[in-house]
């Protein structure tokens, strides 16, 4: 008579790469080029979080949060981010004063 083998596999920390990677992005976005850098870091967060999320992975889960975090503050610090943001919310016509 076989014996079932029962196999467990685990990923290991699916989203905390992504989540590294967009926060580099991010950095690289706050002291260097953010038009650039920004955008992408958001895409790759959002990458991030939605496998992290999905494996319930916490440690990926806090490294896309700092991404997040990152981002937000890029584009705080980007003068032609901030202007596109406030361009979207002129033209949803959302009064943010």
């Known amino acids: 008579m076989a014996h ?4 467990y596999v685990k990923v290991a ?3 905390s790469a992504a989540g590294g990677i967009a ?3 991010a950095v690289l976005g706050i002291f260097t080029l953010g038009v650039v850098f920004v955008p992408l870091a958001a895409v790759i967060a959002l ?3 939605v496998m ?3 494996h319930l992975n ?3 889960m806090a490294m896309n949060a700092l991404a997040w975090f990152l981002v937000i503050i890029g584009i705080l610090t980007s003068p032609v981010l901030l202007a596109f943001f406030f ?3 002129r033209a949803l016509h959302i009064q943010y004063t």
């Open 58 to 60: 916490i440690a990926g």
């Open 87 to 89: 361009a979207i919310l």
């Open 47 to 49: 990458v991030g979080s």
């Open 23 to 25: 926060c580099l992005f």
């Open 52 to 54: 992290a999320i999905m």
């Open 4 to 7: 079932k083998e029962i196999v």
């Open 13 to 15: 920390n699916p989203g």
